[in-house]
């Protein structure tokens, strides 16, 4: 083939050399604006197994490249006076400029063409100026050629929060290092790493907002620099900062980071394929790894499908299928790590060896067993400060000396104490008769409570007949109810040592319709009872019963309700109550604009949509015991324009905090089946998050929480306090007991009766680790590990 690359750097350089090894035939073209051997910027970083792809792709290149590189293991986090060091990261720093000449040189000894000082204007001339069969479009971020042919690429393009600079110095850090600093203004923080032998890269960012309050719009480069100088002198030791941006006037050096998207990566002209590469394509922040990774490995992949496939339409359509898929996942991960640094404040009221824990997991890559397989040491020192402040917290006597997993610490709320952070999630079960539970849910309920968890959840208890979603749900609104209640509670109380919660709640717009496997969300086929909600509605269009809007009578009632069942809640000897007003029911009906369309003091701003709900749970705390805790479900994301969004979900959780709530259980979604959620593992996990750290109240985490390394992660950096597990505990009633074993944790106390079961899971973990290393040559430990990486 004639190959054209329009941009010399280094997803170009690396995919022409490539493809120049796999066939000298082919004649390459790189077209490059800047100068031979020239190049901006300071150093960029590879992992371990970035390099470890390089020297499968081309050893010679891999070897040039790691004979300039400045490796390091560890990670220092400087945050309020004090130093956090974990090991075992495994990265290497090099110099942008060292790279692309390493890539030049190896271009220029396969026989690649490099035409240097030349600016590509029009790309269609290019390419029929060399004949080109095959056209990569390797012009960076701000690429000329993807904005030409947009409609075929489709991009996203979105400006970030922060202002940051890239800046060098010549102190030289034997870590990579973040250095958190609050000014008047508010945070700013450094990324810090040494790429070669007396240099590293200094970049400094912070919102925009703290950027302009702290005057830097205005100041010129020089002054800018002596700001940065002056703020992290401490880490300088006497060194000065410099800038490699002369050709940027004033604050134009400090710039916003473009997150980029395409949904397709190929345009076609006729039949010459123009192939977006490297930063044209996609981009991902710096706090994770660098678009250098990105375009090199970019390169690898399009290279292997050219030589696995005879045409260029299949090689290409293989390209974009599985490099896709890697490039959402990077850039997924590095969406939560940009968001991190954005929201910095956020976390600053944590103690130092928290807010570092929170720091290194930010992205969701990296795991509390990934951190322990790079650092034990780290991690088995983070455990016992954290059990130590968690049993101080929790009134109990001092925590044991050997680490605790974060998720077996306990949790005091009111005067209620959970011995761990693992609860069961209220999940339907369509098993009542006329609202009586019966030996179904002591089953159901018993078994999960003696399965090692702190505390199950009923599932959604209706308040009247009609506030149910279909006849089989139960109710706590006749005698009959309470009693039958009560001797589930009295079963928990008995033969285990974990509490009993009890949400109550009332269907609203979604209530009358079958058992789900006799149809979700379809109306029952005779005996309907009528509906109301906030305003008149059609929960499945055309299908459903129309609610009607509710009147002062029936909020009247409807709050009359929920107290006696509160109070029956009581009676029954609940340890904790929680009011759902998530998901498209009654309450939440108030909550979201979809489905508020009230013109009354009920209706419009959020406040006002919220005024209903809050009546109601004052109400109900006036009549619970105040030693006993309360807590909200949220829907804390709509999912849908124009409905409830994660900022709204921090206002709401500040309302309800101030209407007494102890802790919000954060959901997400199910109010409108026009509603389009992204899942992922712990996918709800970020709206905890922020509910926690902004508005400041307890929050349990919800949805796809699967397995220890999930909740340990969860709960030491912070992002909730709690963590709510469901269908895993359908599956196996015992699974919180089931993770402390398949992690090691000897410290929980199985009943009796489960002995022989837990002798022969541990029998079959060890069996499961002696022939996974068998197999792969790892040490049993390692495996463990493995396992629980993925």
């Not at 375009?295 to 045409?311: P, Q, S, V, W, Y």
């Not at 339409?313 to 996942?329: D, F, G, N, P």
């Not at 033969?495 to 379809?522: E, N």
């Not at 089946?673 to 970020?686: A, C, D, I, N, S």
Request: net charge negative.
């Amino acid at each position: 083939m004639n190959i054209v690359c329009i941009g010399g750097g280094p997803a170009g350089l690396y995919f022409s050399l490539l493809m120049k090894k796999q066939d000298p035939a082919h004649q390459i073209t790189v077209v490059e604006r800047n100068r031979p051997y020239d190049t901006f910027g300071w150093g960029v970083v590879f992992s371990d197994q970035t390099l470890g792809n390089l020297m499968n792709a081309d050893e010679a290149t891999a070897r040039a490249i790691q004979e300039s590189f400045n490796h390091w293991d560890d990670i220092d986090v400087y945050f309020k006076d004090a130093k956090v060091t974990s090991g075992g990261h495994g990265f290497c720093g090099i110099g942008r400029k060292r790279v692309l000449n390493i890539l030049q040189q190896r271009c220029e000894e396969l026989g690649v063409s490099l035409v240097f000082e030349t600016e590509v204007l029009d790309d269609q001339e290019i390419a029929a100026r060399y004949g080109a069969d095959l056209v990569i479009a390797s012009d960076g971020l701000n690429s000329r050629i993807r904005t030409r042919y947009a409609a075929s690429y489709l991009p996203q393009i979105e400006a970030r929060q922060c202002r940051f600079v890239w800046l060098g110095t010549r102190k030289k850090f034997d870590a990579f290092t973040f250095s958190f600093k609050q000014t008047e203004h508010g945070w700013f923080q450094a990324h810090i790493y040494q790429y070669d032998g007396d240099t590293s890269t200094f970049i400094v960012e912070t919102p925009e907002s703290v950027w302009r309050a702290a005057g830097l719009e205005e100041m010129s480069q020089e002054e800018s620099v002596a700001f940065c100088e002056k703020l992290f002198a401490d880490q300088l030791d006497g060194h000065g900062l410099m800038s490699n941006s002369a050709h940027l006037r004033g604050s134009a050096m400090w710039i916003k980071f473009p997150r980029i998207v395409c949904d397709k990566w190929v345009h076609w002209n006729g039949e010459v394929p123009v192939v977006l590469m490297g930063d044209a394509a996609h981009s991902a922040h710096y706090s994770i790894g660098s678009g250098t990774k990105l375009a090199l490995e970019d390169a690898i992949e399009l290279a292997r499908c050219f030589g696995e496939h005879d045409d260029a339409a299949t090689a290409l359509a293989a390209y974009q299928s599985v490099r896709a898929v890697e490039v959402i996942k990077l850039q997924s991960a590095a969406l939560n790590s940009m968001e991190w640094f954005e929201n910095v404040e956020r976390y600053t009221a944590m103690e130092a060896p928290q807010f570092a824990y929170s720091m290194l997991t930010r992205s969701q890559r990296l795991s509390h067993e990934n951190l322990r397989l790079r650092d034990a040491g780290y991690v088995a020192d983070y455990e016992r400060w954290f059990a130590a402040r968690s049993f101080a917290q929790a009134g109990l006597q001092a925590a044991p000396a050997q680490p605790v997993p974060p998720m077996f610490t306990p949790f005091k709320v009111r005067d209620v104490v959970l011995k761990n952070r693992i609860v069961v999630s209220p999940m339907a079960q369509y098993s009542a008769v006329d609202g009586v539970v019966g030996d179904y849910h002591l089953a159901h309920l018993g078994a999960r409570a003696m399965g090692g968890a702190a505390m199950v959840f009923a599932e959604m208890t209706c308040v009247s007949a009609d506030a149910r979603i279909t006849p089989a749900c139960p109710g706590m609104y006749a005698p009959e109810h309470t009693q039958a209640w009560k001797r589930i509670v009295d079963f928990v109380h008995q033969h285990s040592d974990a509490k009993i919660a009890l949400q109550l709640g009332h269907a609203g717009a979604k209530g009358s319709t079958r058992a789900m496997w006799d149809g979700i969300d379809q109306p029952l086929d005779k005996d309907n009872w009528p509906l109301v909600s906030a305003s008149p509605q059609q929960y499945l269009a055309g299908v459903s019963q129309t609610a009607r809007a509710m009147t002062v009578a029936d909020m009247d009632r409807i709050e009359a309700d929920f107290v006696r069942a509160t109070q029956a809640a009581d009676a029954a000897g609940f340890d904790w109550v929680e009011l759902h007003c998530a998901h498209g029911y009654l309450l939440s009906s108030f909550i979201s604009p979809l489905t508020n369309e009230r013109g009354d003091e009920f209706g419009g701003s959020l406040e006002n949509r919220c005024r209903y709900p809050l009546r109601v749970f004052a109400a109900m705390r006036a009549a619970w015991p105040r030693h006993k805790p309360m807590s909200v479900r949220i829907s804390a994301h709509d999912w849908v324009e124009g409905g409830v969004t994660p900022d709204d979900a921090v206002q709401i959780a500040r309302l309800f905090k101030a209407a007494g709530a102890d802790m919000i259980d954060c959901s997400s979604g199910q109010v409108s089946k026009l509603e389009k959620p992204v899942y992922g593992r712990m996918f709800q996990t970020p709206f905890a998050d922020r509910i926690r750290n902004e508005a400041g109240i307890g929050a349990i985490a919800v949805g796809s929480i699967f397995e220890a390394d999930h909740a340990n992660g969860i709960i030491a950096a912070g992002r909730a306090d709690l963590c709510a597990v469901g269908r895993p505990h359908l599956a196996n009633p015992a699974w919180t007991l089931a993770e402390a074993a398949r992690i090691g944790y000897s410290g929980v106390a199985w009943p009796k009766q489960y002995l022989p079961a837990k002798q022969q899971l541990e029998r079959n973990l060890e069996r499961e680790r002696q022939l996974a290393a068998a197999s792969t040559g790892l040490t049993p430990q390692q495996v463990a590990a493995k396992l629980l990486e993925g």
